[in-house]
């Protein structure tokens, strides 16, 4: 099987719990026998990044494309547009949403290159982290499998409607727990049967002795998910 990573996330360094779950799958899958490839989409948000490490894990089969100047520009003017019009629509009282659609932060001039670069690799499967991302499938052949990998639920930054757009255009949804494998199931509808739940976590090596343990540290970066995390176990699980 040849697998096809698409994703706006580097593997290296491996210093973000996203990057983790990637590297961990990329792993799983050389052990099953696959032959992975790995597109990395350059953007300005793309943090610490180590393309001589990716160089030397993938080989030839590490894919990067960077953002032309001139598409740059346009994307950002975009960008702003929907910005400033999402202000004016909140100062005037209306409900907006973080983002207009699931393809706002997408940068439309990859399609072509992806659509070039999927039909000389064949890809049996196209494998792509975040909603956000899911254009990506519309450069896929009809025959290649399209696993979108949701990491989370955009329900604070989509409305329901625009999150279900990105979704179903995937053969497989991927969800990292059951209570939003159920909220993607219920944007679906006729469709949830695509939906899954699928959590990598590696087998700890030794038990937590919990008699000799004075405290807990919750250590992760100040997202909405880690504080809504942090919160549940302050009012429900510490009591």
């Not at 990716?54 to 960077?66: A, D, E, Q």
């Not at 049996?124 to 639920?153: A, G, Q």
């Not at 955009?154 to 995937?170: D, M, T, W």
């Not at 405290?215 to 970066?221: I, L, P």
Request: charged letters at 20%; aromatic letters at 14%.
């Amino acid at each position: 099987m040849r697998i096809v990573y698409v994703s706006s996330v580097p593997v290296f360094p491996t210093n973000g719990g996203n990057r983790a779950v990637i590297f961990a799958q990329i792993e799983y899958f050389k052990k099953m026998g696959y032959e992975v490839y790995f597109v990395l989409l350059h953007s300005r948000q793309i943090g610490q990044f180590d393309e001589g490490e990716h160089h030397k894990t993938f080989g030839p089969n590490f894919v990067l494309l960077r953002r032309g100047k001139v598409g740059e520009a346009v994307y950002l003017f975009r960008r702003w547009v929907k910005i400033a019009s999402r202000k004016i629509k909140h100062l005037a009282g209306s409900q907006t949403y973080h983002f207009d659609s699931a393809d706002e932060i997408y940068y439309g001039p990859f399609d072509n290159r992806l659509k070039a670069l999927f039909q000389l690799i064949e890809p049996d499967i196209c494998w792509v982290p975040y909603v956000f991302f899911s254009r990506v499938f519309l450069n896929c052949e009809p025959r290649t499998l399209k696993v979108l990998d949701t990491h989370d639920s955009f329900s604070h930054q989509l409305a329901p409607e625009k999150e279900s757009a990105g979704l179903i255009r995937a053969d497989v949804v991927i969800a990292i727990q059951a209570l939003e494998a159920a909220y993607f199931r219920s944007l679906l509808g006729s469709d949830a049967g695509r939906v899954r739940t699928l959590c990598l976590m590696r087998e700890r090596t030794a038990f937590i002795e919990q008699q000799r343990s004075a405290g807990a540290t919750f250590f992760g970066s100040s997202f909405t998910a880690n504080i809504a995390s942090v919160n549940y176990l302050i009012d429900h699980v510490l009591p």
